[in-house]
């Protein structure tokens, strides 16, 4: 059975930090794309940061300078560090696996889906 857990959300004040983990479990094969993403209430996800194959990562823009995504292959784990958090960090962060072997930042590309994990950022 397929399985993304996440854990490490939880409540801090502006400023603070957080460190994020997803663990993928059932996989056959490697993982070649894993991503964060973050969503609020009423609006679309959004991507986050992507580590695609061993060692490329991605950090979009709006959390580039304060947000990292690393990538623990044997454990088949990702992480997301996250820095200097503001309250508009505040949301719902899923990790979800992409395993067509393909570079993707749109949600619909990837396969599976962590249940996610809630980050509030208190001013």
């Known amino acids: 059975q397929v399985q993304l857990v996440e854990s490490g959300g939880g409540s801090v004040q502006a400023g603070g930090s957080l460190k994020l983990s997803c663990t993928a479990s059932?996989?056959?094969?490697?993982?070649?794309?894993m991503a964060w993403f973050h969503q609020v209430p009423g609006q679309e996800r959004q991507w986050v940061a992507v580590?695609?194959?061993?060692?490329?990562?991605y950090h979009r823009g709006t959390w580039s300078a304060r947000f990292r995504i690393s990538r623990d292959n044997r454990e088949n784990t990702i992480y997301l560090q996250m820095n200097s958090l503001a309250p508009t960090d505040t949301g719902m962060y899923y990790c979800?696996?992409?395993?067509?072997?393909?570079?993707?930042?749109?949600?619909?590309?990837?396969?599976?889906w962590g249940q996610g994990t809630q980050v509030t950022v208190s001013s």
């Open positions: 580590a695609f194959s061993t060692t490329r990562t």
């Open positions: 979800a696996a992409d395993t067509s072997g393909d570079l993707s930042f749109g949600p619909s590309s990837y396969d599976y």
């Open positions: 059932g996989f056959t094969q490697a993982i070649p794309s």
